[in-house]
């Protein structure tokens, strides 16, 4: 059983894909186990995006994830991590196909949606991120 941490995207949000996204991984037999709506600091979104610090769209990626509320999720499940990115597709829309979240929704690389997790390691960082006791809506 593994443990997966999903974002609905601030155009998610916008977009009114929430019920939509969630019905896909319910669908699928995921568990969601954990649900936190909140606005990111740009100092949580540096945290969660630290990998890509120094690539030419960080400061795009940064403005966007910060730009209005995201829906933080944990979803569990058996391969829960791969199954996940399976169903949200590539990371470039062009290339994610019919049938996954961004093949369906999404148009741009960097409004694509959706996060999930990529590897264990990763899963537990960003769960920790989002999920460590903290209840205030901000921060
Ligand atoms: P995500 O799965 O949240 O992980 C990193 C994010 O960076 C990715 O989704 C995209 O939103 C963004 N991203 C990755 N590669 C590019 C790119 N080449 N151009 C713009 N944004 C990107």
Request: proline share 4%; glycine share 8%; net charge neutral.
């Amino acid at each position: 059983m593994e443990k997966t941490l999903v974002l609905i995207k601030p155009d998610g949000v916008r977009r009114k894909l929430v019920g939509e996204i969630i019905g896909r991984l319910e669908k699928k037999g995921l568990d969601l186990e954990k649900a936190r709506m909140l606005v990111l600091s740009r100092a949580k979104a540096e945290e969660h995006y630290r990998d890509h610090r120094g690539k030419d769209f960080y400061e795009e990626l940064i403005q966007y994830i910060t730009s209005g509320p995201v829906l933080a999720m944990v979803w569990s499940g058996r391969n829960a991590i791969a199954l996940t990115r399976r169903l949200v597709g590539d990371t470039n829309p062009h290339e994610a196909l019919p049938g996954t979240i961004r093949g369906d929704f999404a148009l741009t690389t960097t409004e694509n949606l959706v996060h999930a997790s990529d590897s264990p390691q990763a899963a537990q960082r960003e769960i920790a991120l989002f999920f460590s006791g903290e209840e205030d809506d901000r921060f």
